[in-house]
T-cell receptor
Framework: KQEVTQIPAALSVPEGENLVLNCSFT??????LQWFRQDPGKGLTSLLL?????REQTSGRLNASLDKSSGRSTLYIAASQPGDSATYLC????????????FGQGTILTVHP | NAGVTQTPKFQVLKTGQSMTLQCAQD?????MYWYRQDPGMGLRLIYY???????DKGEVPNGYNVSRLNKREFSLRLESAAPSQTSVYFC????????????FGPGTRLTVL
């Protein structure tokens, strides 16, 4: 059974800092890995998807890397802003459960002005 | 495009009552999913439908039934609601072999008294 751990559980930083959010997973036979953002009381917004054959994916100030063999993914947020405050969720898909996501508990990020 | 829509947004039930949560997507996706989100447990897969006409159990299927009505719609039914089913329910959809991953609806907040 896939298990996903996200570190840190919570992070509070001043505006402008560069951040690293970590995700580890136990089953390395994944099809892809998705990073989501969730605002309080809202649904999930997809940020990035990395295919298992890729090493990284970039979108604006976000960069996600994937090391499938070691079961790790990292989300890098450059020049953080208060609007980045949210919960960030990591979710690998596939392995023996193709297409189905297993979620971590998330990292709660607060960026203060 | 509306993406993934869910109804209702909020619902309060008494123990033993039944109800159906509705989900529809307008992205022509083949796969649809139902998740529940609970504090401290994260998001967990209840049921999924890889394609029209098929449904399969996820991690926590007990107490639920699903129907893939057509390609657009995937409903989740609680036959006899229990307080343990108090949760936020999310529907998602996706298409295999695309770079966009799963798209989520806004959620249904269900309370069972």
């Amino acid at each position: 059974k896939q298990e996903v751990t996200q570190i840190p559980a919570a992070l509070s930083v001043p505006e402008g800092e560069n951040l690293v959010l970590n995700c580890s997973f136990t089953d390395s036979a994944i099809y892809n890995l998705q990073w989501f953002r969730q605002d309080p009381g809202k649904g999930l917004t997809s940020l990035l998807l990395i295919q298992s054959s890729q090493r990284e994916q970039t979108s604006g100030r976000l960069n996600a890397s994937l090391d499938k063999s070691s079961g790790r993914s990292t989300l890098y947020i450059a020049a953080s802003q208060p609007g980045d405050s949210a919960t960030y969720l990591c979710a690998p898909a596939g392995g023996t459960s193709y297409g189905k996501l297993t979620f971590g508990q998330g990292t709660i990020l607060t960026v203060h002005p | 495009n509306a993406g993934v829509t869910q109804t209702p947004k909020f619902q309060v039930l008494k123990t033993g009552q039944s109800m159906t949560l509705q989900c529809a997507q307008d992205m022509n996706h083949n796969s649809m999913y139902w998740y529940r989100q609970d504090p401290g447990m994260g998001l967990r897969l209840i049921y999924y439908s890889a394609s029209e006409g098929t449904t399969d159990k996820g991690e926590v299927p007990n107490g639920y039934n699903v129907s893939r009505l057509n390609k657009r719609e995937f409903s989740l039914r609680l036959e006899s609601a229990a307080p343990s089913q108090t949760s936020v329910y999310f529907c998602a959809s996706s298409e295999v072999d695309t770079p966009w991953g799963q798209f989520f609806g806004p959620g249904t907040r269900l309370t069972v008294l």
